[in-house]
């Protein structure tokens, strides 16, 4: 695998509790991306960064935030989860090109 | 609004046989186009892309052909085998005038199913 590890892989909690979840590269990328993948909606962006300090929003950003304080970190924050950011949450880095290489996944289910 | 659009959500095909999965696009400024490929419980991984500039890409077993004037392309499968069971993805992307990487658009993805 390209040095991507996304964690929790997995994680359960209830609603209106804060979750946080970690991407870490060993790539030095500079482009890191969040994605959540859901039956019938395939993969959209949630937030990206395309250097440390520097992020934006994607298609579906709203109750997601992000920070970027490391080259190789990528941190998405939900800070009051609820039961529709059930989700796949995948991680992808770039060096710049268009190709994107993906992490292996963290499912998160909010009771 | 979609702007990618798989509109077959699966696809089953016969073993040694021709496997074609097509996508459509609305976004004209879309000039970069990709097919991922994922298995269950894993990331998706990329499979083949092509540039609006041309209308062919092979790389061995996969071709991709795009068709701009009706903003169509699809991605060929030859022969399909049963490792190729899995949900392709078809993506685009835009070049920004500033250069950067703001991500790619997917589709909803087709679930290829090769039957022995």
């Known amino acids: 695998d390209a040095g991507i590890t996304q964690s929790p892989r997995h994680k359960v909690t209830e609603t209106g509790t804060p979750v946080t979840l970690r991407c870490h590269q060993t790539?030095?990328?500079?482009?890191m991306y969040w994605y959540r993948q859901d039956p019938g909606h395939g993969l959209r962006l949630i937030h990206y960064?395309?250097?440390?300090?520097?992020?934006d929003k994607g298609e579906v950003s709203d109750g997601y935030s992000v920070s970027r304080s490391k080259t190789e970190d990528f941190l998405l924050t939900l800070e009051s989860a609820t039961s529709s950011q059930t989700s796949v949450y995948f991680c992808a880095i770039s060096g710049g090109q268009t190709v994107l290489t993906f992490g292996a996944g963290s499912r998160l289910t909010v009771l | 609004d979609q702007q990618v659009k798989q509109n077959s959500p699966s696809l089953s095909v016969q073993e040694g046989r021709i496997s074609i999965l097509n996508c459509d696009y609305t976004?004209?400024?879309?000039?970069?186009f990709l097919w991922y490929k994922k298995y269950p419980a894993e990331g998706p991984t990329f499979l083949i892309s092509?540039?609006?500039?041309?209308d062919k890409n092979e790389d061995g077993r996969f071709t991709v052909f795009l068709n701009k004037s009706a903003k169509h392309l699809s991605l060929h499968i030859v022969p399909s085998q049963p490792g190729d069971s899995a949900v392709y993805f078809c993506a685009a992307s835009r070049t920004r005038s500033g250069g950067g990487a703001d991500g790619l658009t997917f589709g909803k993805g087709t679930h290829l199913i090769i039957q022995p």
């Open positions: 790539e030095n990328h500079r482009y």
């Open positions: 092509i540039s609006s500039i041309k």
């Open positions: 960064s395309y250097g440390v300090k520097d992020t």
């Open positions: 976004n004209s400024m879309f000039d970069y």
